[in-house]
């Protein structure tokens, strides 16, 4: 199906760019921008809306939303990620848990590399086909890397990962059984993510980067079309996310977004950021309004454990659209959701995934939960992608 990307706009000056050619960051905006800092004048993809809204009506098509036509996607298929619906006896206690008539699982860890990176991975392999680009650099703590890896194979691209030195064994053995130039990183995600971008920089090749380029962010959107399609066209009340960078987040805001701006729907979900209790930046900045790094974000839930989250800016801006609300847990708490959801639903999720349900028990009697009647768990990655955070 062709696209109805028309071009990118910078978040913060509205500066337009050509999404024929390759651009990351607004070149004004992110002049000044140093790795270490969140990302500084972010693109986002702006499309067609009218358009896409003529032909939703004709058919309700997911893929009119695409940033890339679909004939350049990779040919190993990503999304359409089950959609179920669940009880959960934990959650029933009282209160306004009572008032719950439908609690949903969004299951991505079913995607081909196991996580919800290969919606953003499938999107940038599309982009560098398109663009006759061969290879396809990135950072990561494990997901996106697997994800980079496995579509890039699919597609016959050379892929560069870059991944700390600690990240679970089964990502990095995932990582080069898809035959990816692997270098591991003595540092953190933040120290992975500045290492890409020097390769980006003496390198043909594109950076997929979370949040720097700007088709990861639409690519992980791709979750909240089908949320939307699959509870039967109506917005959920509540989406409950796990949170490191934001861009998650930000894709699943920018998704009800565009179905709205396409004059789809009128309703905004209310977004539950999780994160983790030493990785939890964005957490910080939504209660006091001001940004400040994680001081030293250690954790089991390895896929949120973020210092500097690339998108902290915009997914502070999507919590307060959507009057959205953010909460911490800890990796105790992340670990009894993991067994809990394991047993009461037969998902094995990994903690990054389990923090989700973590987070929902702690608010389960709060007031703004009062009214909710239809609340999805966003599930973003399989368990086995590290079975040894596993406490039995």
Not at 11 to 36: A, M, Q, V
Not at 102 to 107: A, E, N, R, Y
Not at 175 to 202: M, P, R, W
Not at 297 to 314: C, G, N, Q, R, Y
């Amino acid at each position: 199906m062709k696209s109805y990307l028309t071009k990118y706009r910078c978040i913060e000056c509205g500066k337009e760019f050509d999404p024929n050619e390759l651009h990351y960051l607004c070149d004004e905006c992110g002049r000044d921008y140093l790795p270490g800092m969140p990302l500084k004048g972010v693109l986002e993809a702006v499309f067609n809306y009218e358009e896409i809204g003529r032909k939703w009506k004709q058919n309700p098509d997911p893929l009119l939303f695409s940033a890339v036509n679909s004939k350049f996607y990779p040919p190993l298929p990503v999304g359409n990620t089950p959609f179920f619906r669940v009880n959960i006896p934990g959650l029933k206690s009282g209160g306004t848990a009572s008032n719950y008539t439908k609690l949903w699982i969004k299951f991505d860890g079913l995607n081909p590399s196991g996580s919800y990176k290969d919606r953003a991975s499938q999107l940038v392999v599309a982009d560098a086909l398109q663009k006759g680009i061969k290879e396809i650099v990135t950072a990561s703590t494990g997901n996106a890397a697997c994800s980079l890896a496995c579509l890039g194979a699919s597609a016959g691209l050379k892929v560069v990962i870059f991944a700390p030195q600690n990240a679970p064994p089964a990502k990095l053995i995932q990582i080069q059984v898809h035959n990816a130039e692997l270098h591991k990183i003595d540092g953190s995600y933040d120290d992975a993510f500045k290492a890409a971008l020097e390769y980006t920089k003496t390198h043909n090749c594109m950076c997929r980067n979370t949040g720097y380029h700007p088709l990861t962010i639409d690519g992980k959107k791709s979750a909240g079309i089908e949320i939307y399609v699959q509870n039967g066209y109506k917005v959920p009340d509540w989406i409950v996310i796990p949170v490191g960078d934001g861009v998650i987040l930000t894709g699943i805001y920018k998704a009800f977004l565009d179905l709205k701006k396409a004059g789809i729907t009128e309703k905004m979900p209310h977004l539950l950021c999780v994160q983790a209790e030493s990785s939890d930046a964005i957490t910080s900045y939504w209660e006091t309004g001001i940004y400040h790094d994680a001081e030293n974000p250690i954790t089991i839930a390895d896929s949120i454990k973020v210092k500097t989250p690339a998108l902290a800016h915009w997914s502070v801006k999507a919590l307060k659209e959507t009057d959205g609300k953010c909460i911490r847990v800890s990796d105790k708490e992340i670990q009894e959701a993991q067994l809990e959801l394991a047993k009461e639903t037969g998902v094995f999720s990994e903690p990054s995934s389990s923090a989700t349900l973590a987070g929902l028990k702690k608010v389960v009697n709060h007031s703004w939960l009062k009214d909710a009647k239809d609340i999805v768990l966003l599930i973003t990655g399989h368990g086995l992608k590290d079975p040894g955070a596993v406490k039995l």
